[in-house]
């Protein structure tokens, strides 16, 4: 099992960026899929994409395109995620979420979210 | 995107009766080659991140108690908790993960 640590709470203004932090410690950090996972007030989970741990390859969603990114460390054991340019819509908990990926079809799929990050939450206002 | 759809919305249950959440995918979720159907079930309770009870459908993950089961194949899909208890309290959703990621829009389930 791989425990996830993220960063803490951050309050930005519109049209600032923050970056926000997921550490994992423990077996299976290589050979994964780091998932970011969105929940907005009150609201459902909406994947954002995910970036495969043995090669740095970043996956976005659609609708999840342009301002954001994910990127890693893998010294760190870190993974990261972006947004820039925020709006008040951006207010969220984010989570990572680590999991196992498959090669089927035309290429490489992240599967099911094992190990969760205890959220992030990002407010964005004036 | 596929499009993941969860029934009931909420679901309100006695102690110790049986819970039925039912989820149903735009398009089959069996992939032919393994014949694995690419589900999973989460268990999320206030505030706190989600928790994976299932995967490929039926598959408990390690540490979920048994009362917890996944059903079903193609497009159609049943989560099962056999004899709900007060820990149970939380909202489930479900994800697919063949095409390439999609969540329902969740089920609260309430004593």
């Known amino acids: 099992q791989v425990q996830l640590v993220q960063s803490g709470s951050e309050l930005k203004k519109p049209g600032a960026s923050v970056k926000v932090s997921c550490k994992a410690s423990?077996?299976?950090?290589?050979?994964?899929?780091m998932n970011w996972v969105r929940q907005a007030p009150g609201q459902g989970l909406e994947w954002m994409g995910w970036?495969?741990?043995?090669?740095?390859?970043?996956t976005y969603a659609q609708g999840f395109t342009g301002r954001f990114m994910f990127s890693l460390d893998t010294s760190l054991r870190t993974t990261y995620l972006q947004i820039s340019s925020l709006n008040p819509d951006d207010t969220a908990i984010y989570y990572c979420?680590?999991?196992?990926?498959?090669?089927?079809?035309?290429?490489?799929?992240?599967?099911?979210?094992?190990?969760w990050g205890q959220g992030t939450l990002v407010t964005v206002s004036s | 995107d596929i499009v993941m759809t969860q029934s009931p919305d909420s679901l309100a249950v006695s102690l110790g009766e049986r819970a039925t959440i039912n989820c149903k995918s735009s398009q089959s979720l069996l992939y032919n080659s393994n014949n694995k159907n690419y589900l999973a079930w989460y268990q999320q309770k206030p505030g706190q991140p989600p928790k994976l009870l299932i995967y490929w459908a039926s598959t408990r993950q390690s540490g979920v108690p048994d009362r917890f089961s996944g059903s079903g194949s193609g497009t159609d899909f049943t989560l099962t908790i056999s004899s709900l208890q007060a820990e149970d309290v939380a909202v489930y959703y479900c994800?697919?993960?063949?095409?390439?990621?999609?969540f329902g829009q969740g089920t609260r389930v309430e004593i």
């Open positions: 970036i495969d741990t043995d090669t740095g390859n970043p």
């Open positions: 979420a680590r999991g196992g990926r498959g090669l089927y079809k035309s290429g490489w799929y992240p599967y099911q979210f094992d190990d």
């Open positions: 994800q697919q993960y063949y095409d390439p990621l999609t």
């Open positions: 423990g077996n299976s950090f290589s050979n994964s899929a």
